[in-house]
Each structure stands twice: as structure tokens, then as C-alpha cells.
């Protein structure tokens, strides 16, 4: 099975370039130096009438934690429905307890919002104290896949929890690996970790923007290497 490109843009100009250099998937966001909240509706709707290939923004309505009240649920839920009708194919999203386990109410809750969509689970699931017990709920509530280093900063450093990920018995989710992942390391990790169904980067490179008040906010997706990182995807394959 191919292994999937998901490329990490919070504009625009950094989606298009990130689908014209070859990523299978973008994941939108806004505020990527936060870790990435909701991307506003004007931008998911425009990368959707622009690109061709699959946009699933993320639901996080605030930087921080993942640990949610009733209000930010009900916000979530109003923004899932807002993408829904505005014709997104997937969604990506996460909560968990105080006590550091997947948050199973609120889970269901928006995956019922999410309903016919396909929902990744994103990199909360790192902090999870029994992340191979979470891994095992998540499939039960229906999600589709998981982001994950490996509970690590960085997937290179979460490797061996990877592995242990992708060689579960009866695990029916795809596991894609996130975080410090560029051209020159991702062929250790596939193949260390060959069963892996994704590789999501951010693929960033800093535009010296010197009229900005925010300069280290300032990148875009970098189409050389999104380009290197699909080849050594295919290289991968096909060898």
C-alpha cells in the first residue's frame, strides 16, 4: 500500500503549493507555531473550490491543551458542521480526560457530527498515559487513523512505539507518523517502521517577510521538499 503524503498548511498559497509538488493530502490549520487551531471557513471553502486533492482541517478551537469544556465542545460541533456543508471529505480532532485518556463522551460527540467523514485523530493521543489502550478505544469509536510520534517530540525519537503501533493484533487504524519528519531522515523511519500509512510534515521553509510585525510566523510549504519527500515515498514502494 502506497504510503500517503499529508502535508501541513495554514494558508492558501501553502496548500496549492504543497498539491502542486505532489502531497496526497493537506491538513489545514491556522496558527501551525501553536500546534494548529480551526482554519476559518472563507479558507477552508476556498482550498476546497481550488484543489483537487483531499482537505481535512482540524478542530482545535484554542492553543494548549486538549482537555475541553461544554462550550468549546459545542463550538467544535458548530464548526464540524460548517466544513461538512462546506463539502470537507475528512476532519482531523482529539480530546482527552484530565487524566490524560482519550475524552470517550466528547469523542462521540463530534464524531457524530462527523458522520460519513473520515476522522484522524491528531497528535494528542502522544500525551495518552496508555497510548496502546487508546489506540484500541479510538478504533472502537469509529476514527480512521491516528497522528503520532510515537509519543516522543519528534517521530525519529518515538520510533520504537511506532513500530509497537504498527504491529498491534486486530488494529484496523492507520497510523501516520508526524513531527521532525523531513527529506534526509524518512527513509530510517520507513524502514524501521514499514507499515506505516502516512508521513504528515509541514514541509516549511521561513519567507523573510520584513513588512510583517510577526516575522517568525512567516512560511510556506517548501515544494522542493515536498517533491524529495514524495520520491523517496515512491522509491520506497517500489523497491
Known amino acids: 500500500m502506497a504510503v500517503q503524503l499529508e502535508i501541513c498548511a495554514n494558508s492558501f498559497h501553502s496548500a496549492l503549493l504543497a498539491e502542486t509538488a505532489g502531497a496526497d493530502r493537506i491538513e489545514l490549520c491556522d496558527n501551525l507555531a501553536e500546534g494548529g487551531t480551526t482554519p476559518s471557513i472563507g479558507l477552508v471553502m476556498h482550498c476546497l473550490e481550488q484543489l483537487s486533492i483531499p482537505v481535512f482541517p482540524i478542530i482545535r478551537p484554542r492553543a494548549g491543551g ?29 480530546a482527552l480526560t484530565k ?14 457530527e462527523s ?9 494528542a493521543i502522544d500525551l ?5 489502550h487508546a489506540l484500541n478505544i479510538l478504533q472502537e469509536l469509529g476514527f480512521k487513523r491516528v497522528l503520532t510520534s510515537g ?24 497510523i501516520v507518523a508526524g513531527s521532525g519528519i523531513n527529506s534526509q531522515n524518512v527513509g530510517r523511519l520507513l524502514t524501521d517502521v514499514p507499515a506505516l500509512a502516512g508521513i504528515h510534515t509541514t ?6 517577510n520584513t513588512n510583517s510585525m510577526f516575522p517568525d510566523s512567516n512560511f510556506d510549504t517548501d515544494p522542493n521538499e515536498v517533491k524529495s519527500l514524495k520520491d523517496l515515498l515512491r522509491h520506497h514502494i517500489s523497491s
Open 99 to 112: 487524566s490524560l485518556e482519550v475524552d470517550i463522551n466528547c469523542c462521540k460527540d463530534l464524531l457524530q
Open 115 to 123: 458522520e460519513g467523514l473520515e476522522v484522524t485523530f491528531h497528535r
Open 128 to 132: 495518552c498515559t496508555n497510548p496502546e
Open 151 to 174: 509519543g516522543k517530540a519528534t517521530a525519529l525519537e518515538g520510533i520504537q512505539l511506532l513500530k509497537k503501533f504498527s504491529s498491534m493484533q486486530n488494529l484496523q487504524l492507520e
Open 66 to 94: 486538549f482537555v475541553y469544556d461544554a462550550a468549546e465542545i459545542k463550538i467544535m460541533r458548530h464548526e464540524i458542521r460548517a466544513f461538512r456543508k462546506a463539502g470537507v471529505k475528512g476532519l482531523v480532532l482529539g
Open 203 to 208: 514541509a516549511k521553509k521561513s519567507k523573510h
